[in-house]
């Protein structure tokens, strides 16, 4: 059975599963976050469908099917569309880009990153994103920010959301400067559910982050100042954005570099943990 | 790696970029296309059998709508408060046979407008003489719409106006004169209200009201000691007005029993029609609402109400719910309920909803309703507003026509970004204007198309925006239908928020047959508001239902009517009246107005 494959990683490896389980589950029960249970069910169902397919294909072997069911799930939560049909082909090219946008050996970009990135900018007629439909109220939003910053520092990721939340704070200032808006605005999108998923499983994705601590830091602050740039150009969307365009190069270079040092690291056996979206 | 595998991963590539190319094609395709308008029109006579050709030089009609004005705390986003208050509603107020139309204005001292049908296809604007045009006097609030209704049975339809004010009265005196009746009646004193209708809740033959607020009646929106008016959700907003149910007791009084009936709700209403979905011969309410679900209120036989927006399937979804209209699409004979919503592409996909009911309920206290407006081909519009139901080509199928565009202001500029930072946010942000970006003049979905969908006879509807008018952008809001100069088609009226309406006259030379009903209560209400109309024909039968208040900010002719398509027979006509008298007409007179008297 995929689902208990034999892994290193332990008990570990389902926390960040479970964490967007709870989040989901949140959402939906404090504001029904969800259009349709359907959506998520069709979303997860065509990750793991073709993780599953994919994994015989390209390494003849059953893999983990956790990060494919993160996948799913965050496909299911951040896009949105009347049709069926966008949900389940965002989830098979996530999945898909994995497999297929490799650089020795290793994916390069985030696979939900990848896969709702490209429907947000090329489908905007069927496809919309998370935007503006989740209401807040504090004590929904406490309980998700608590637990996710103890999943990323148990994940050991935690510098990586920090860094990238003191950019975007520090940024929103700077952009409230500019444009004229008041600083809550701008540091506004923060509170909503669309970065809570950014923050808490894309940027600290390991499969596609680099290898340094530092290096890390310095990658999400670059997502930061690319989203701010996009975010002058009025892209709703841009933090995705910055980061389908920063990540790839980042991994890029990072493989590259160390690639001299080790040979390329079996997709299985490296990281030690997943928050792979 | 055998060749199998590789081949294997050949094709995975190959599906991948396919997927890649195939998901980004059909957002690349052209949406706006302008033709020659001489030519326009020959070739939609030719091939629809009709054209929209707006006119209001020619027949008189010089009204233009202007914005309310609003407290200077709100400058930062005005357009987009002050976005409300265009409204058209049918009426023969002076009972001559001919329809009459009246446009609310919003800005503090505008002039609301009533037009007199001259019966040579000419209106003329008579809104002061009759005392109904000095209506946004300051202090008083803004006019944002008017339903009439004869509620004291004396023959005249009388006005009920509400506004982001206080709601007026005004009794039609012989089709002469109006009396404002306000003080007294048991209105309420303030409601920043969107939505109003008549209806005969309990059928004692009294014309009742529900008005729908949208913003908290708390607030006089030109004068705020606040900022944090606004919605606090996008999806989950409770803190908008309250609304009102307001029996008629007779003798121009009416009794709040708002809390008696159950219907409590603040969620942020925007529309509400009524028609009895469950047969038990009570109207039920259908209530739109901005920034949460839609709320179904099932009349328990004019003794209360039970909100079953969630059992019977229209309220389960979140969404920015503008209008509500009826229309019985496939000729079923099950009225369906079409209920707007925004979409804007990229950004946010709503699409509008087309609820029918199911016959069987199975043991559900409830109707069960079905959303088939994509199926139908009737669900992306735009930012859309309000939508009316007609046979605009008399083949015996009801067409659609949605109002759409928000805030067309700077060209090419757009303020959804902007917008999209704080909605996403958390509630204490969203919930303060103070908070909001400055829209500086940007548009937000501006400049969009109206829609005109043409039924095809198959549950399927065909866009023919482009081809049966021509191109307009106006910012739309309130649509009625009427047929304006008694010529058997259904003519087209559309009130623009900050601009003219549009006065489209049907050109419809084809040989399509029509029938029209007015009908006369005597025991139940004297308008017959409520009752439904069966129309059975070449093996087709159609509902309609006598509304006083559908759409958005709008109110329909008080005839029905029906095209017949080629036919030249109606086997009959069945109306059930809200006293719970049944009327059958055999082989009622087509091509004519047919006037019904309860007995």
Not at chain 1, 210 to 232: D, Y
Not at chain 2, 390 to 406: C, E, P, S, T
Request: hydrophobic share 40%; aromatic share 12%; proline share 3%.
């Amino acid at each position: 059975m995929p689902w208990i494959t034999k892994s290193t990683k332990g008990y570990f490896q389902y926390v960040p599963p479970a964490f967007i389980t709870l989040l989901l589950l949140i959402g939906q029960l404090s504001f029904g976050v969800l259009d349709s249970y359907l959506y998520v069910v069709v979303s997860i169902v065509a990750a793991v469908l073709t993780e599953i397919i994919l994994s015989r294909i390209y390494f003849g072997k059953w893999k983990s099917l956790s990060s494919a069911y993160i996948s799913g799930i965050s496909v299911g939560i951040l896009i949105r569309s009347v049709s069926i049909w966008p949900y389940i082909i965002t989830s098979v090219l996530s999945i898909m880009s994995k497999y297929i946008l490799k650089y020795n050996g290793r994916h390069l970009w985030n696979p939900s990153n990848f896969g709702v990135s490209w429907m947000l900018f090329m489908a905007p007629l069927d496809v919309a994103g998370l935007s503006i439909q989740w209401g807040s109220n504090f004590l929904g939003l406490a309980v998700i920010w608590a637990l996710g910053l103890a999943i990323v520092y148990r994940a050991k990721r935690f510098h990586v959301t920090i860094a990238y939340v003191i950019s975007f704070i520090i940024l929103a200032y700077v952009r409230s400067l500019i444009v004229g808006d008041t600083f809550l605005a701008e540091v506004s999108p923060l509170t909503g559910p669309m970065y809570q998923l950014f923050i808490f499983f894309m940027i600290t994705d390991p499969g596609t982050s680099v290898s340094t601590r530092k290096g890390r830091i310095i990658v999400v602050i670059i997502v930061a100042l690319v989203e701010f740039v996009l975010r002058l150009n009025s892209f709703i969307y841009a933090p995705f954005y910055a980061l389908f365009l920063v990540g790839p190069v980042a991994k890029y270079i990072d493989l590259k570099r160390s690639a001299k040092k080790a040979a390329v690291a079996d997709y299985n056996s490296k990281p030690t943990y997943s928050l792979q979206t | 790696m055998s060749w199998q595998k590789k081949l294997a991963q050949v094709i995975v590539i190959i599906i991948f970029v396919g997927l890649l190319i195939g998901t980004a094609l059909p957002s690349r395709k052209k949406i706006f296309q302008n033709r020659d308008e001489a030519k326009q029109k020959e070739l939609s006579l030719e091939k629809y059998g009709f054209y929209l050709q707006p006119d209001n030089k020619g027949v008189g009609i010089d009204f233009k709508h202007s914005s309310p004005d609003l407290d200077s705390k709100l400058k930062n986003i005005a357009p987009q408060i002050a976005s409300m208050g265009a409204s058209v509603s049918i009426v023969d107020f002076d009972n001559d046979g001919w329809s009459d139309i009246y446009f609310t204005d919003s800005k503090t001292g505008s002039m609301n407008a009533l037009y007199r049908n001259m019966h040579d296809g000419k209106f003329e604007n008579v809104a002061n003489e009759v005392g109904l045009a000095n209506l946004n006097k300051k202090g008083t609030g803004a006019s944002m719409g008017a339903v009439w209704a004869d509620y004291d049975n004396d023959g005249y339809k009388d006005l009920l106006l509400y506004k982001w004010g206080q709601p007026e009265l005004y009794h039609n005196i012989g089709g002469k004169k109006f009396e404002n009746v306000t003080t007294g009646s048991g209105l309420p004193a303030w409601v920043n209200s969107n939505s109003a209708i008549w209806f005969d809740f309990n059928n004692d033959g009294l014309v009742d009201l529900f008005i729908g607020g949208y913003f908290s009646e708390k607030y006089d929106l030109q004068n705020l000691t606040t900022t944090k008016i606004m919605p606090e959700s996008f999806r989950y907003a409770n803190n908008g007005g309250r609304n009102y149910l307001l029996e008629n007791m007779g003798s121009g009084k009416f009794k709040d029993v708002t809390e008696q009936y159950g219907l409590t709700s603040t969620k942020w209403t925007l529309a509400a029609a009524a028609s009895d979905f469950n047969g038990d011969g009570y109207p039920d309410l259908f209530v739109a609402n901005d920034y949460n679900v839609n709320e179904l209120y099932i009349n328990k036989k004019g003794e209360n109400f039970t909100e079953a927006g969630s059992q019977t399937g229209i309220g389960n979804i979140p969404k920015s719910g503008m209008s509500v209209s009826f229309g019985d699409i496939d000729n079923s004979g099950l009225l369906g309920v079409y209920n707007t919503t925004i979409t804007e592409n990229g950004i946010l996909i709503q699409d509008n909803n087309y609820w029918q009911p199911q016959g069987d309920a199975g043991d559900s206290p409830y109707p069960k309703f079905v959303n088939l407006g994509q199926l139908a081909g009737i669900n992306n519009a735009g930012w859309s507003y309000g939508s009316q139901f007609g046979d605009l080509n008399n083949d015996g199928y009801m067409d659609l026509y949605v109002a759409n565009g928000f805030i067309s202001a700077k060209e090419n500029t757009s303020y959804w970004y902007d917008y999209s930072k704080v909605t996403g946010g958390n509630s204490s942000i969203i919930e303060d204007a103070k908070n909001w970006p400055d829209m500086k003049g940007k548009s937000q979905s501006g400049y969009e198309q109206n829609k005109i969908w043409l039924n095809q006879g198959n549950r399927e509807f065909e866009d023919v925006s482009n081809e049966v008018c021509p191109l307009v952008t106006y910012d739309s809001r309130a649509v009625a239908m009427a047929d304006l100069w008694n010529t058997g088609a259904l003519d087209v009226i559309v009130a623009n928020q900050n601009n003219i309406p549009l006065i489209y006259k049907n050109d419809q030379p084809d040989s399509n047959h029509w029938i029209e009903f007015d009908l006369q209560g005597t025991v139940s209400n004297a308008d017959a508001i409520g009752s439904k109309v069966v129309l059975e024909w070449d093996g087709k039968k159609q509902v309609q239902v006598v509304t006083a208040g559908l759409g958005f900010a709008s109110q329909n002719e008080h005839r029905l009517h029906f095209g017949l398509g080629k036919s030249n027979k109606v086997d009959n006509v069945t109306i059930h009246w809200p006293s719970g008298k049944n009327t059958v007409v055999k082989n009622p007179e087509i091509d004519k107005l047919n006037i019904i008297k309860e007995k």
